[in-house]
Nanobody, 126 residues
Framework: QVQMVESGGGLVQAGGSLRLSCTTS???????MAWFRQAPGKEREVVSC?????????YIDSVEGRFDASRPPNSKNTLYLQMNNLKPEDTAMYYC???????????????????WGQGTQVTVSS
């Protein structure tokens, strides 16, 4: 049974930072892990994808250079998202998700992710 639990969300001013964590159980090294987000009135979108512990992540353009997703080899059951220089448009519910394949297989396709956490809210004030 796969479980995924996010934490670390909160309210921050524009330009600030937050670090999200996703604690998991039941995943293997062959399961890619991703961060998604969903703003009110918008579709859920992928933010990043990490194939295996220690692997560099893929990012969408709007967060490239500001966000850093990591899945450390010595803590491979935890996925982190370090978010720097946050902007009001980053406000959303953030979810972690996993799928039984590597990121190179259509990592932006939400339908390919089988397991999801409940989400953690990030609010960035201007």
């Amino acid at each position: 049974q796969v479980q995924m639990v996010e934490s670390g969300g909160g309210l921050v001013q524009a330009g600030g930072s937050l670090r999200l964590s996703c604690t998991t159980s039941g995943l293997t090294d062959d399961d890619a892990m991703a961060w998604f987000r969903q703003a009110p009135g918008k579709e859920r979108e992928v933010v990043s994808c990490t194939s295996w512990p220690g692997d560099p992540a893929d990012y969408i353009d709007s967060v490239e250079g500001r966000f850093d997703a990591s899945r450390p080899p010595n803590s491979k059951n935890t996925l982190y998202l370090q978010m720097n220089n946050l902007k009001p448009e980053d406000t959303a519910m953030y979810y972690c998700a996993s799928k039984n394949e590597y990121c190179r297989h259509s990592w932006r396709d939400r339908a390919r992710y089988k397991y999801w956490g409940q989400g953690t809210q990030v609010t960035v004030s201007s």
